[in-house]
């Protein structure tokens, strides 16, 4: 191909674009939340995510690489967490307001609902105000 | 303060303590950092203390463990569960990373319990930013499921299931352009080309539709235009322009690399676009696993819908998504006033701000300063947008309480001028848009709640009579003036105030003209009968162009070489199909590959493609004026444009600053940095074919190379903080904007990192002297040669009469089109004198030469890039030439008498020799000379095929004496002094122009012309055809032709060789001294006849008062050290 060649050459006649650092293939993990169906690709499942630094998680989550930012190793804040399991019926949920709750462990808004007696009731309050 | 007492916010607040927790929120390494932005964590905690104390509750709470099992969490509240995250700090991590041990903070004024609670807020704050990104995301999909086009992606799928080809028509704001290639890499396509008609479009669609994708840093998402591209074995989706896929299926015809195009923007009718339509229309019958989606806005889709009636086309019709906009139509007064006018051309006109003036009135007194307002003016032109600007901005002045910031856009603006568009203007104030047909598919600003429409475009039309472009105003279609409309009801509904009648709109053309009805089609018809297509008249063009423009366009390829007389694509037309610049450019490459020092070429032929650098204020401020004047040349402005290019050049090599001189001198800085990519470009295609050899890389020694290692890793850590960089925020306007301090840095300038990236202090000199002109005469010339090679027949002499008039007045005659006159911005219309003949030049006629017309040997013509018509009709970028040996060297067709003391070119500029055998022996060497010029060429083009096979010749000595040679002997031919005159011939002439009598075939033994070439008759003028390009004896004698002739008979020629003297007539001199015997054997000269080389020069520097025989780049670097 000629445009392909000429641009092949151009490419070796540059100096190299030297890669910040070797990038490791990210495992793809697909997560969908089963409340509003958002339908994104994460990088890791669990409670470590090895791209958030010094932060662990209280639960296991669906954590994405921070997009906005160039990958790079020692960059904090360099993750979002996308959402979590329910602890109850263990549907995934994403982080919106309308789909889950947190105290602890993350609820679906149905299970939250549904159990939201058993909890503390600051806990209730805050729960009805999320709702509200 | 006691440690064990609780925290209270009421006498104890973190922010007092910044510097000791800084060490917390660092760790002990890099790794450890826990927050990015620093001032914005210390801001967070001051309000969130803030909010405690308000709320009643200042005192914080004992810091809780978060493992603690969870049925104490779910039975005791513990706020600090809100928060899922906690700190790692030796946690059992799946890993097994960061065993570091606790933070450490050293300060005694905090306890324990203060440093844990403390940790907490980090926790929080951390937490927010969480919230934050997360919702960043949600609002991004949320943003996509509410376009227009959302609706129908299931459709599309479905379309797609069953069907090959599909449309998609909705306006502007639909959201196709950016979801449609995501929705097909979601339905699983993994190889999607998205065609942009410009290369702006191709960079921000790629940006945007990766940011989407949440893959900004990634190459998901590719582009590939021109000069750039930046894709992977990734890339899913590229945005490429129209012309570079083109440029891919001719020579990859099944396109294996793509299983879905997507042809965007089709509306716009231009004459890629068109081109490509065609070729894909074609392209599917032989794919059927290839699919094909078009979009285009809601315009004339009956026309594409009907074009591809025989595949079975879907066609989606997305609606728009606009707010009510109201229509008022306010024509000018003066329109009224001057209806009875016959003449309401546009062109005579002036341009009259006024209107747009009062339109900002009537919003000023309608609308109050606290509602949205920003206004969009739509003008044909820069000069208008000029005019228009000044006066609104004297408008804004006058008022009491200046409210309008006042911003022009165009194409010709810097890219940072016209971001300044997309600004926000400050409270109270109004931003003005004023704009060229740019904003009205192109550029979408939003926000616009008024458009203001002069119903005026400007537009480049291409006339075939007399091959010139003319660029002229013109009212816009319907729907253009439609589409400029809607420009005010994005954001919510708007007023369009239109400068002309309603009757007037009615009258308005539906559709724009497709750009195929508006330029020249050589290169489209090339490139198409280049990849195969073997009769381009039957090609399926959506609206074909007129049959006869495409007979005269194979008529000029022919002319040219590009295809032979049964129309098959010659080694020539193939080259030249391969270079990504019109045939006049590519001609002169391919012309000058032919010769020794090519580099020059290469500079030449990139500065002549892009777009001048002089801007208009280059002609118009006489400050500009002055610091030109000593690049200035008179030999043509390419060479003034030269010599700029070389002091730039010259600046970048001792690194100075060379935006703000380009500022100074009215430069735009960009072109320069085009035309070093473009020779790049050149370069590199040349040699992949092998037209050029490939140079072998100067030897460094290893201190230089150390150095520029150290330059390159300084340029490239530049490069990727600018790649890094935030995409520009929309800021505030401010209403007065000072630039020119912005010009003193020049480090950010991400042009001149890569600049300098890819161009060595080797690399840069190569490039100075490629453009180095003043020093030698011979290369001047050369160049001026390959441009007549490549521009021929854009010849212009001129008027007889220019002798006796004055600047303005001077005028010249092209083969197609009479009285034209030079651009008043070219050094030539200053400078007209130097075209003229003076007393001193013009020779003495012979008693028998009775025309009046003047003899000399200075003759000049001008030889044209282009015929451009705007006020008047204007020749573009023109250089002079000694006019007899231009018009023999590049004539396509040359006739002459039997004594060769007329000759005629191309049947429309007449010379006369009237000196005996000066006319025949020019002649000659004219013939000799374009024939090894030809053969050197063929040989070249030859051998670029043979590579193709595998076999490489090396290039003899004698090859390369010959090159060598016919360099000279071109240089000396154009020097050569001989006494002629030119006349334009008139139709009445031409009637009598041809003797059509036959000349007895069997005196031609030999060919005087061509030894190797086949006399032939020539039945349609008569005489003989001696070479490719010459019929010799086929014009009529002229009364004093006859008289000469009879004088010479009487008298005795000698030959120079044998010395005999004989009585002879006109060939059969020639024929003789062939023959003769006595002829010396040597026909190539000594070397040591070479003109002198540079390096004889003599440089005497002031400064250590030493001579030295020094190149230019010697000099310079010799007084950079030695200051």
Known sequence: MEEEDSNKKEIKNEIKEEKPFVRVEDPEIHFICSSCKMNEVVQYKGTYPPFAGNIKLLEPCYVMRDPFQPRAKTKPEAFIVIGADCCICEKAVCKDTTCSFFYAKSFCIKCAGENIHQLPKEVQAKYRKQVG | ?1123
Request: with cysteine; net charge positive; charged share 25%.
């Open chain 2, 1 to 1123: 303060m006691s440690s064990k007492s609780k925290t209270n916010l009421v006498n104890f607040s973190f922010c007092n303590f910044k510097h000791s927790l800084e060490s917390f929120l660092v760790g002990n390494s890099p790794h450890e950092t826990l927050v990015e932005d620093k001032s914005d964590f210390w801001k967070f905690v001051a309000k969130y203390e803030s909010i405690l104390k308000s709320s009643g509750q200042p005192v914080i709470p004992p810091p809780t463990d978060s493992s603690i099992p969870l049925e104490k969490k779910f039975s005791e509240f513990q706020k600090r569960f809100y928060v899922p995250l906690d700190f790692n700090d030796g946690g059992g991590s799946d890993k097994g990373r960061s065993k570091s041990s606790k933070r450490f903070v050293d300060d005694r004024n905090l306890s324990s319990t203060q440093i844990k609670q403390f940790g907490e807020i980090v926790l929080i704050y951390l937490d927010f930013k969480q919230k934050e990104k997360f919702q960043k995301i949600k609002k991004l999909r949320k943003t996509q499921k509410s376009l227009p086009i959302f609706k129908f992606k299931e459709k599309i799928k479905e379309c797609l299931e069953t069907e090959q080809i599909l449309i998609i028509a909705g306006d502007t704001g639909c959201g196709k352009s950016t979801q449609v290639p995501q929705y097909l890499r979601e339905f699983g396509y993994q190889k999607i080309a998205c065609t942009q008609p410009r290369r702006l479009a191709c960079v921000s669609l790629s940006k945007r539709v990766a940011h989407e994708m949440l893959d900004d840093y990634g190459t998901t998402v590719g582009f590939q235009i021109r000069f750039e591209k930046n894709k992977s074995s990734r890339t899913n989706i590229l945005f490429i322009t129209e012309g570079l896929l083109l440029r891919q299926l001719a020579v990859d015809a099944n396109l294996d690399q793509y299983d879905v195009l997507i042809l965007d923007e089709i509306h716009e009718r231009n004459l890629q676009g068109d081109f490509l339509l065609g070729v894909t229309k074609c392209l599917i019958k032989a794919k059927p696993d290839l699919k094909l989606v078009l979009m285009s806005a809601t315009i004339n889709i009956e026309l594409f819908q009907n074009y591809f009636n025989d595949e079975n086309v879907q066609l989606i019709e997305v609606p728009g998504r606009l707010f009510p906009i109201k229509t008022v139509y306010l024509p000018p007064p003066s329109l009224e006033l001057n209806k009875n006018k016959a003449s309401t051309s546009s062109t005579t006109a002036r341009f009259n701000p006024e209107p747009f003036v009062q339109v900002l009135n009537l919003i000023d007194q309608k609308f109050p300063t606290t509602e949205r307002g920003d206004v969009l003016i739509f003008v044909s032109g820069v000069n208008e947008i000029t005019t228009a600007c000044d006066a609104l901005k004297e408008y804004s002045e006058r008022s009491t309480n200046p409210h309008w910031i006042i911003l022009p856009l165009h194409s010709g603006l810097a890219l940072s001028d016209q971001d300044k568009v997309f600004d926000y203007a400050p409270e109270g104030m109004r931003k003005c848009i004023v704009s060229t047909n740019i904003a009205e598919t192109s550029l979408t600003v939003d926000g616009i709640r008024f458009v203001v429409d002069s119903g005026k475009v400007k537009e480049m039309s291409y006339d075939s009579s007399c091959k010139g472009q003319r660029l002229k105003e013109f009212w816009v279609s319907k729907s253009s003036a439609d589409q400029r409309k809607g420009r005010a009801g994005r954001t919510g509904p708007g007023i369009c105030y239109r400068i002309f009648t309603e009757k007037q709109y009615t009258a308005f053309e539906d559709y724009p003209t497709p750009e195929i009805y508006r330029v020249p089609l050589e290169t489209i018809l090339l490139q198409m009968i280049s990849m195969g297509l073997p009769d381009v008249r039957v090609f399926p063009f959506i609206e074909p162009p007129a049959e006869e423009s495409i007979e005269q366009t194979i008529l000029a390829l022919k002319q040219h070489s590009a295809l032979t007389f049964d129309e098959k694509i010659t080694a020539l037309g193939k080259a030249l199909a391969n270079l990504p610049v019109e045939i006049t450019i590519g001609k002169m490459l391919l012309m000058g590959c032919v010769f020794l020092d090519t580099q020059k070429i290469l500079t030449l032929a990139a500065a002549m493609s892009v777009q001048s650098p002089f801007t208009n204020r280059a002609f118009t401020d006489p400050k500009c004026e002055n610091e030109r004047r000593d690049l200035e040349s008179d030999n043509g402005d390419v060479f003034t444009l030269l010599n700029s290019y070389h002091e730039w050049l010259t600046m970048k090599w001792r690194s100075e600053n060379t935006r703000k001189w380009c500022h100074k001198m009215g430069l735009e800085e960009q072109r320069f940095y085009e035309v070093a990519k473009l020779r790049n470009q050149f370069k590199n295609i040349l040699e992949s074919c092998n037209m050029l050899m490939s140079e072998s890389t100067g030897d460094e020694t290893s201190a230089e190379r150390s150095k520029r290692h150290g330059e390159v890793q300084m340029l490239k850590s530049l490069k990727r903080a600018q790649k890094f960089q935030e995409p520009r925020k929309k800021k505030f306007l401010k209403r007065e904007e000072f630039t020119e301090e912005s010009f003193d840095n020049q480090t950010n300038d991400i042009r001149d990192v890569d600049f300098r990236l890819s161009h060595d202090s080797n690399q840069l000199e190569i490039l100075m002297n490629s453009c180095d002109i003043q020093r030698s005469f011979k290369d001047l010339m050369l160049l001026k040669m390959v441009i007549c090679a490549g521009f021929y027949p854009q010849i212009a002499i001129p008027d007889e009469f220019n002798y006796c008039k004055g600047g303005t007045q001077q005028f010249f005659h092209t083969f197609l089109k009479p009285f034209v006159s030079i651009h008043p911005n070219s050094q030539f219309s200053k400078n007209f004198e130097i075209l003229k003949l003076n007393e001193s030049e013009i020779s003495e006629k012979p008693r028998y030469y009775t025309p009046k017309n003047p003899l000399s040997s200075h003759h000049q013509v001008l030889c044209y890039q282009n015929l451009l018509e705007t006020a008047k009709p204007y020749l573009m970028n023109s250089i002079r030439m000694p006019a007899a040996q231009t018009l023999l060297l590049f004539s396509f067709s040359i006739d002459t008498n039997a004594s060769i003391t007329n000759v005629v070119c191309d049947s429309w500029l007449s010379l006369d020799f009237p000196i005996p055998e000066m006319g025949r022996e020019v002649l000659l060497r004219a013939v000799r000379l374009r024939r090894t010029w030809q053969k050197l060429l063929s040989k070249k083009l030859e051998e670029v095929d043979g590579v193709a096979s595998g076999e490489q010749k090396k290039e003899g000595r004698r090859d390369k004496q010959i090159r060598e040679d016919l360099w000279d002997d071109l240089i000396k031919f154009t020097s050569l002094n001989v006494t002629y005159s030119v006349k334009k011939l008139l139709p009445a002439d031409l009637k009598n122009l041809y003797n059509h009598c036959e000349i007895n075939l069997e005196k031609f033994t030999i060919n005087p012309f061509a030894e190797d070439f086949l006399v032939s008759q020539n039945t349609q003028k008569g005489g003989l055809q001696v070479a490719e390009n010459v019929v010799y004896g086929c014009l009529n004698e002229s009364t004093w032709s006859n008289a000469l002739d009879l004088e010479l008979q009487e008298q005795f020629w000698s030959c120079d060789f044998c010395g005999k003297s004989i009585v002879v007539t006109g060939l059969k001199k020639a024929v003789h001294k062939i023959k003769c015997t006595a002829k010396p054997s040597i026909s190539y000269e000594e070397p040591s006849s070479h003109q002198s080389s540079s390096k004889d020069d003599k440089f005497y520097c002031r400064s250590c008062k030493q001579t030295f025989n020094f190149s230019k780049i010697e000099i310079l670097k010799h007084k950079k050290s030695c200051r």
